[in-house]
């Protein structure tokens, strides 16, 4: 892999998790750090590349989370490390609404050219996700002049009060954190291991109730946009089923409402496309993306329809530091390697390889219940043997035992009981069927 620093790729571990190097450097964090930031491994990174990061104390660790889908192409990629370095070497910022440069302009052409549909279309940038969403929703309500926003059920789209309020779970996103805006509306989404009616095609009973219950609770000529993640990232990558999403987009156009596609999560090559709309032929009115739009670096974008992004008036939209140069800088490399080395092909490669490596599991151990995703988001549901009930004591332990074996891996879900896989789209196979195997043993233990 010609990305990535030279950083060996094998799980090698020469303490145990976290090592004594580690230990100490915690608890300089717990001194010095606020106590309401999680913390999913307990170990201080040195290094990181392709699909390890290397600890403090040597431990070289399998990367199963990217940073939550951020480093698709890797840590440090080469084109990302290249154009940063060049970027900081002209200049570190001018603010793009003082004086405009072209690092900023290439992004947005880049995913004017890259986001779904050949409509004209235009971009800002951010350095969020929550700010992107939050600005396609600004966008949404002064270009329809209404303001109801709907969003589902396991949604997430950020920590900001307008998208806590678009976020679904309480604990541990909202709690003690309200009040929340109003003019929010959440709709059942379509789950299907967890619909009652779901016999593979439960997308109209949900389809149908959601439509339902906008029109009669709402009201579609109030309704600016509706917010889906094509893929419930945090929600636990759950994939709606067929025909839900173009429902949507369909209802969405036969009533002036705006169809916003958060693919922040699932955007970039993760599920094998560039984008996860594409997998129904979704053409969304806006698409918010950041996570892996940059190799790690922050920014955010909102890309679509040019005459809904034209229609805000000037000076309408901005921040001091959205479309960092140095971000996109970052962006352009991270956009070029995936282009030029292939990554959603070689998304569909690592995710085929998972999904088989799950599907064997699911049925040597009956605690998981569901396994789904696409691309190199895939996901185990854990439940109590026999039954539908979540089992987040499994989760824990399940995880705890990677982590102890050199295994990094992320949790996800409303009931706290999804494993969630997103190794960078760099990681060489071997890693990832140990990976796997370390998984499973952990299952086993479980
Ligand atoms: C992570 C995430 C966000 C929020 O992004 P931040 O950069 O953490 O603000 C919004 N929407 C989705 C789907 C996400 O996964």
């Avoid at 999680?38 to 431990?59: F, H, K, Q, S, T």
């Avoid at 954190?177 to 789950?191: A, L």
Wanted: net charge neutral; hydrophobic share 40%.
């Amino acid at each position: 892999m010609s990305s990535g620093p030279h950083i060996e790729q094998v799980r090698k571990l020469l303490t145990s998790i976290p090592g004594p190097k580690s230990q100490e450097l915690i608890k300089r964090r717990a001194e010095a750090v606020s106590a309401s930031l999680g913390m999913a491994i307990p170990v201080v990174v040195e290094r990181a590349g392709g699909g390890v990061i290397v600890d403090v104390d040597g431990n070289s660790i399998i990367d199963m989370g990217a940073g939550i889908a951020v480093v698709n192409v890797g840590n440090s990629a080469d084109r990302v490390v290249k154009n940063v370095k060049e970027q900081v070497e002209a200049f570190t910022h001018t603010c793009f609404m003082i004086a405009p440069y072209m690092g900023y302009i290439q992004v947005c052409e880049a995913l004017n050219r890259l986001t779904p549909g050949d409509h004209k279309k235009k971009s800002a940038l951010f350095n969020s996700g929550a700010e992107a969403v939050e600005n396609a929703v600004k966008i949404a309500r002064n270009f329809t002049k209404r303001q109801a926003v709907v969003v589902f059920e396991h949604g997430y789209h950020g920590r900001t009060n307008l998208t806590m309020a678009m976020t679904a779970k309480n604990m541990p996103y909202k709690d003690g954190f309200g009040p929340f805006t109003p003019e929010v509306y959440r709709m059942p989404m379509s789950y299907p291991y967890r619909c009652d009616s779901c016999s593979g095609s439960c997308q109209e009973s949900v389809l149908d109730t959601v439509l339902h219950k906008i029109e009669k609770e709402i009201g579609a000529q109030n309704v600016a946009c509706i917010v889906i993640e094509p893929i419930l990232g945090e929600g636990g990558f759950i994939v709606p089923c067929k025909g839900f999403l173009p429902g949507l987009s369909k209802f969405c156009k036969e009533n002036g409402i705006l169809f916003i596609a958060d693919e922040v999560q699932t955007g970039f090559a993760r599920t094998g496309q560039m984008f996860a709309c594409e997998d129904e032929s979704i053409v969304p009115d806006l698409i918010t993306t950041a996570k892996g739009i940059a190799g790690g670096l922050p920014l955010a974008a909102v890309t679509g329809r040019a005459d809904v992004m034209d229609s805000i008036h000037a000076s309408g939209l901005g921040g001091t530091f959205g479309g960092s140069p140095i971000a996109c800088a970052a962006a352009l490399g991270a956009i070029a390697t995936i282009e030029e080395e292939n990554l959603v092909e070689r998304a569909n490669e690592l995710g085929l390889i998972m999904r088989n490596s799950l599907e064997a599991m699911k049925k040597k151990y009956p605690i998981i219940g569901d396994v789904r995703g696409r691309g190199a988001m895939q996901a185990l549901e854990l439940v109590i043997p026999g039954s539908k009930e979540p089992n987040p004591t499994a989760l824990t332990s399940i995880i705890k035992y990677c982590q102890q074996n050199g295994v990094l891996i992320l949790s996800a879900g409303t009931y706290s009981n999804v494993i969630r896989l997103l190794p960078p789209l760099v990681m060489p196979e071997h890693l990832l069927k140990e990976a796997l195997e370390v998984l499973e043993a952990g299952l086993a233990q479980a």
